[in-house]
């Protein structure tokens, strides 16, 4: 083993490995570099900015980043994108796990019908119109409620996901189950969850990621503003203030800081559901 | 009736088909209401009659006062599907490649590349506004070395190139994260033995790499076209709703049903902006059949 792999080790010492450093060093350069200037820029007054816009800051104002806060009304607008991304993702999960399992272990006549009709669901046309129409219509035009279940209804590659897990579940536990007098929820719930966590992490982080970009939805379904998710909100907040340009990066950077924690905390697990999703 | 183990059904229709409710009335049957309501007159507005006007939706869509303005919509998410799909598949797989290699701080070049994904469209549209400011920001003084200046999102020759750029930016994460999956599922033996008989750094990426990364490459590829081909968060962002230059489908779709803003675009006729989501669906289908039978093919190939 160590015979074959020391040619190798050898080949690759010097050069090509300080190659590839210095390319990843560029690649994280047009990563970083440009909320590194956001950040620069956060910290100026406006004279200092229009002086010189690209220079170091000098003598850091943090009150770009109190003012935005007081003017910007951030909490609000992250809770409701909380609240939307936590409730319509919830239960766009809950509905993929529903339908995607029983249909996966052919508990329903036609499964392959079902499962055809899941992959349709990929294909969709934009149905913003319709789907504005049926709130207006059903009196959920700017609700919450609304607008979490037409963000809930975009399950996407869900069903596919868990019909696809659920075939490593073996059916024989099903039926063992059954035997032991469990009945088809308490199943579900109690066996099937805890052993299609990686499917359902997966299904659920996929769908919050679509939820917590959008903006186009939000704008045609929420047309309050105390409703508005945080994508909405500081995108008006740019509308309002363009021509400050540290509040509106104090503004940009108070959005990005949760996220960039939360990222951080949680980034195995987001980077690995996207990696089960290709594999599933 | 099918195979069931448990004894009682009721608990499994009612889930099943409250799953399949949600989806129905929610996703599934306002997507099939598109293309009723392309056949109509229907307005934002409730309560105003809505009439049967066959064809004409689509007549309009290619009449002499609208069709430049399909037209130019449809260019430019053909430009921007092709680019973004081309460009970002080709960096997605240098920069897996090059993540791939015994690297230290490997996972925190990955996490820095996915990072966007995150921050979300709006972020990442004020963060690249400031970038490219045209009063002063790091693209100016760029420009200003070469004594040029330019309006940036403003100038119309530029603005898609722009937005494009900005969205390869914003997914190239997406790509790495499925490109390295790929990659770290080739057995490392396969380059062991390829090493043995000779062959190069170029040879062995050509050879064993390309081959067996095809799957992955067939998912991203389908992901990007079928996600650029209906994308408009980041255009709309960047550039408002009713920028010519970088007026994408689902973009002129929503301001012609919308009218840019919901307050003011109740009296839009909705029935003729459903044309254009009717014709970007079928355009989806077919890029996305062709390619899919491509890659397949390449992919058997192989």
């Known amino acids: 083993m160590t015979a074959q792999t020391a040619p190798r080790r050898r080949r690759r010492v010097r050069p090509q490995s300080v190659i590839n450093y210095a390319l990843a060093l560029v690649v994280a350069f047009a990563y970083l570099f440009p909320l590194l200037f956001v950040l620069n820029t956060s910290l100026k007054s406006d004279q200092d900015f229009f002086r010189n816009p690209v220079g170091l800051v000098t003598s850091p104002q943090f009150g770009n980043f109190v003012e935005a806060w007081n003017r910007g009304h951030f909490g609000a607008l992250i809770g409701n994108s909380v609240l939307y991304t936590l409730a319509a993702a919830g239960l766009g999960t809950l509905v993929s796990l529903m339908i995607g399992f029983p249909v996966s272990r052919g508990y329903f006549k036609h499964s392959r019908a079902w499962y055809g009709l899941f992959v349709v669901l990929l294909f969709l046309p934009n149905a913003i119109i319709t789907q504005f129409q049926l709130l207006l219509r059903i009196g959920l035009y700017n609700s919450q409620l609304g607008y979490i279940l037409i963000m809930a209804a975009a399950v996407g590659v869900g069903p596919i996901l868990i019909a696809a897990y659920a075939r490593s579940i073996p059916i024989e536990l099903d039926e063992a189950a059954a035997v032991d007098g469990a009945g088809y929820w308490r199943y579900l719930f109690t066996f099937v969850v805890p052993l299609a966590r990686p499917a359902l992490a997966t299904v659920f982080i996929l769908q919050a990621i679509g939820i917590w970009n959008d903006i186009i939805l939000a704008t045609v379904l929420l047309p309050d503003r105390q409703k508005a998710p945080i994508s909405l909100g500081l995108y008006a907040f740019q509308g309002t203030y363009n021509n400050e340009w540290g509040l509106l990066a104090a503004a940009t950077l108070i959005v990005a800081a949760p996220l960039v924690v939360a990222f951080l905390a949680l980034q195995r697990y987001l980077i690995g559901g996207i990696v089960g999703s290709v594999k599933g | ?302």
């Open chain 2, 1 to 302: 009736m099918n195979y069931f183990p448990f004894s009682r059904r009721t608990p499994l229709r009612l889930t099943f088909w409250f799953g399949i409710a949600v989806i129905g009335v929610f996703g599934l049957i306002p997507a099939i209401a598109v293309f009723v309501i392309s056949f109509t007159n229907i307005r934002g507005l409730p309560g105003l009659p809505v009439d049967w006007v066959g064809f004409e939706n689509y007549v309009r869509w290619f009449s002499p006062a609208k069709v430049g303005y399909n037209l130019n919509a449809l260019r430019n998410t053909i430009v921007y599907s092709v680019t973004v799909t081309l460009i970002s598949n080709v960096l997605g797989i240098a920069i897996a490649v090059l993540l791939n290699q015994k690297l230290r701080g490997r996972n925190a070049f990955r996490a820095i590349v996915f990072l966007p994904t995150v921050l979300g469209v709006t972020v990442i549209g004020l963060i690249w506004t400031l970038f490219f400011n045209p009063g002063g920001g790091p693209a100016a003084t760029v420009w200003s070395w070469f004594g040029a200046k330019s309006a940036f999102f403003g100038d119309p020759h530029l603005a898609l190139a722009l937005v494009i750029f900005v969205q390869i930016w914003m997914g190239l994460g997406v790509n790495v994260v499925i490109y390295l999956a790929g990659l770290q599922a080739i057995p490392e033996d396969l380059y062991e033995a390829a090493a043995i008989d000779g062959a190069t750094g170029w040879q062995r990426f050509r050879n064993v790499t390309v081959p067996l990364l095809a799957p992955s490459v067939t998912a991203n590829v389908l992901l990007s076209i079928v996600g650029t081909l209906q994308s408009y968060q980041l255009a709309y962002v960047l550039t408002g709703p009713s920028n010519l230059a970088t007026q994408l489908l689902s973009l002129a779709l929503f301001s012609q049903a919308f009218g840019g803003n919901a307050a003011s675009g109740l009296g839009n006729t909705q029935g003729y902006a459903a044309t254009i989501s009717v014709i970007q669906f079928v355009i989806v289908g077919i890029a996305s059949s062709l390619v899919l039978i491509y890659l397949r093919r390449r992919e058997a190939k192989l």
